[in-house]
């Protein structure tokens, strides 16, 4: 008796997870090679880049956009080219980690205190 064909379990990654975050007029032509780049740096500092978000001029509130999919993914970081991208790197580090590439710094999270974020 041959048993039924079972997909196989998707592999979990141990490492946190960070999203990639890039500003499409800033990285413009090359933001192919800009998430690659984001996918290196995420993994030098250990996370595991699970998601890029790819974000136009048009595009109203990215910052907000940006922390709802660093919510619903749980990622503990954003990966990042530049704080250019970010803009708000503030609003950012209250729920993550931001990790910059040029200058390469990482920005804890920022701890608040008597219920905020």
């Known amino acids: 008796m041959t048993?039924?064909?079972?997909?196989p379990k998707p592999l979990r990654s141990s490492l946190p997870k960070a999203v990639g975050y890039l500003r499409l007029e800033?990285?413009?032509?090359?933001?192919?090679r800009a998430e690659l780049d984001l996918l290196e740096l995420a993994g030098e500092?250990?996370?595991?880049l699970v998601k890029t978000l790819r974000v136009?001029?048009?595009v109203r509130e990215p910052v907000?956009?940006?922390?709802?999919v660093v919510r619903r993914t749980g990622?503990?970081?954003?990966v990042t080219p530049t704080l250019e991208h970010v803009g708000a790197p503030e609003v950012v580090r209250r729920v993550c980690h931001l990790i910059v590439g040029e200058p390469e710094l990482v920005l804890p999270r920022l701890?608040?205190?008597g219920g905020g974020l």
């Open 3 to 7: 048993r039924p064909y079972m997909a």
């Open 26 to 32: 800033l990285s413009g032509s090359a933001w192919e």
């Open 45 to 48: 500092h250990g996370y595991d």
């Open 56 to 58: 136009g001029a048009q």
């Open 64 to 68: 907000s956009r940006l922390l709802i």
């Open 75 to 78: 990622a503990g970081a954003v």
């Open 111 to 113: 701890h608040s205190f």
